[in-house]
């Protein structure tokens, strides 16, 4: 299997990069292919501006029919071209940054908007289970300062399922990405302190590495599926849980 692997943090020696660097060996022993894009490093532009489709004459800048014809028209840029090229290479791909102010860095969130273009990613008409990344599985890896029980679901965060489902359903899945549960890792200033220690991270980790294949998805419903009536893609009365509510709804359970 080829992994691509996307690190989001500044420090390369920082638990973000010594868990991509564990993902990288244990992936590579069990016979996989990685690649990294390491967004820092790459002096990644965050930014969608007009620098981004040079041969665009439209005023003002429509950034999603820009991005649809330059991207038709093989004129994106170089740095997106190459972005792109792994993520065709990629059967499973693992985003790996740290939760700052209950989100992805920013640079990751441009990695997204930038690579992500239209015609590419999206705008086929197919989209949430069925996009163009269908067949492919991700998975965010993500360290968190707070614990486990500030990111549960009585937590004064809030449920951590809940703050990366803007990541999870609404980029990835929406894309076609078999979405994966997130691999999380609380207390991470304070591991041996608050949370596991880090020999007891790392066996855990290599058990979600070695089982990427075969670890069940994010249940998420697809646009595909029925559930949702075709002109307002609302969830059909009755479906959901009898508690659930939010985003829970859009989780098809066996019950």
Known sequence: MNVLLVLAHPERHS????????????LNSLGHDVQLSDLYRMDWKATVDQA??????????NVAAASARAYKAGQLTDDVKAEQEKLRWADAVIFQFPLWWFSAPAIL?????????AGFAYGTGKSYGDGCMKGKLAMLSVTIGGTEHDYSARGICGPIDDLLFPLTHGTLFYTGFTTLPSFLVHSADRLEEYGEGFSELVERYRERLYALETTAPIPFRSAASGDYAPRTRELRPGLEDQNASGFRLHLKTTS
């Open 52 to 61: 981004d489709f040079p041969h665009e004459t439209a005023d003002p800048l």
């Open 109 to 117: 969130k441009g990695w997204f908007e930038r690579v992500f273009s």
């Open 15 to 26: 638990l973000n990069g010594a868990l991509v660097d564990i993902a990288t060996r244990e």
